[in-house]
């Protein structure tokens, strides 16, 4: 294990944490793992106490967004911690990067220093089974000025978060709606990196749509108004006749989930068929018509299956699989929590696991 640096937090406020009420990112651990990129260089980096940071009023992330984020969980197993997949989410990161003119950071040492702080964490990894720590890689321009070019300076920072499951639902089935008016992200845009401005661009959608009674907004391609993108913050998958269907990624509008990969690798375990492909909406709803739409399902880190139940497009609604758990969905769930609880066989080496 990596030795990096540590400031003990001597104000430990794991005392307020109501385990029973976790919510999502709602409490955060004691420590942060912070490095900083200065004259062409990332330092050793650090683990320090989580508070506040000073930023200036001309901070360039604050004017021009010039950041990027990772999400992944650290589960609490029987003799210690099993970290999901945080090689993918090292890379992605640096992915990301890459399309906002952030400097990389090593990936290796990036997991390093996320085993050293879930370790020195280990009493913030909540104890039920889904509950998580979720972890949250973050880099962001640390240079002031108000001229509109890339940051010379960066920080990277990884907080800690003891969460419940994302949606308030749970497991349960969402209802959607099919945005016809906003998009989240165009052909040759930033949909394929994880950066602050596909959030904000699914903000008043996602606002109206809860207005309207939905859970999320279901995200079609911005040109055409026919190709379905993401659900949410979230890849989506459909079962169709047996097959396992998802928009490709080749339009580069799409992240490069690693739940969705982790479905997809399930599912040629399972012996489905798979097809990557572009879908249109007119194809669900003809589907759902002639009985072969089986299931909808989000996957992603957080939720890591969320279920729709219901989809409306232009006041037009179907309910999918009665407004149940399908069989497709739970048993994906089962075994991606099964396998980052260490309760089934690990067979594609997706935990990087620590003993305490
Ligand atoms: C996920 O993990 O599914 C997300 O991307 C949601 C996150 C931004 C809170």
Redesign the pocket.
Known sequence: MSNFPVTKNPNSRISSVNWDKLG??VYFSDHIFVSDYTNGAWDEGKIIPYGPMQLEPTNCTLHYGQTIFE?LKAFRTKDGINIFRPYNNARRLNKSALRVCIPPYDDKKLVEALKQLVALEYDWIPKERGQALYLRPLVFGTSNFLGVHPSSDYRLIVICSPVAS?YAEGLSPVKILISSRYARAVRGGLGTA?TAAN?AASLLAAQEAKELGFSQVLWLDAVSRRFIDEVG??NIMFVIDDTLITPSLSEGTILEGV?RDAVLTLARDFGMKIEERPVTVEEIFDTHKSGKLQEIFGT????VISPVGLLSYNNEKIVINDMKIGPFAQKFYDTITGIQYGELEDKHNWNVSIKM
């Open positions: 999502f990112g999400g994302y994880k959030y913050a979230m739940t992603g880190t957080a939720a």
